[in-house]
């Protein structure tokens, strides 16, 4: 029913930029607050940034300034922008959805690898 289903990871340099997409279907998707999170080799999971019904952001304090989430409800489509990208920043990153603070489904992740 509920499905994410990421897309755009893949090889960029150092300082190079990278756009995520992650494509809902099976929900009213504008009712939803969307999530973007990633797990690097040998850490936690962690969220990097989120973006509300109402259009409020909040990210993560390591990608604050270089990345930016968005939606477009009229696409059911929620993004990632990032942009000056850091080997620090090589990770799986999931796409996320909730609703009155209950996880609805997650997507199955699109390895991003920053190198030289």
């Known amino acids: 029913q509920v499905q994410l289903v990421e897309s755009g990871g893949g090889l960029v340099q150092p300082g190079g930029s990278l756009r995520l997409s992650c494509v809902a279907s099976?929900?009213?998707?504008?009712?939803?607050?969307m999530d973007w999170y990633r797990r690097a080799p040998g850490k936690e999971r962690e969220m990097v940034a989120s973006?509300?019904?109402?259009?409020?952001?909040d990210y993560v304090d390591s990608v604050q300034g270089r990345f930016t989430i968005s939606r477009d409800n009229a696409k059911n489509t929620a993004y990632l922008q990032m942009d000056s990208l850091k080997p620090e920043d090589t990770a799986v990153y999931y796409c996320?959805?909730?609703?009155?603070?209950?996880?609805?489904?997650w997507g199955q992740g699109t390895q991003v690898t920053v190198s030289s």
């Open positions: 996320h959805s909730n609703i009155w603070g209950k996880s609805t489904a």
């Open positions: 099976g929900m009213t998707f504008n009712l939803y607050n």
């Open positions: 973006i509300s019904t109402g259009y409020i952001t």
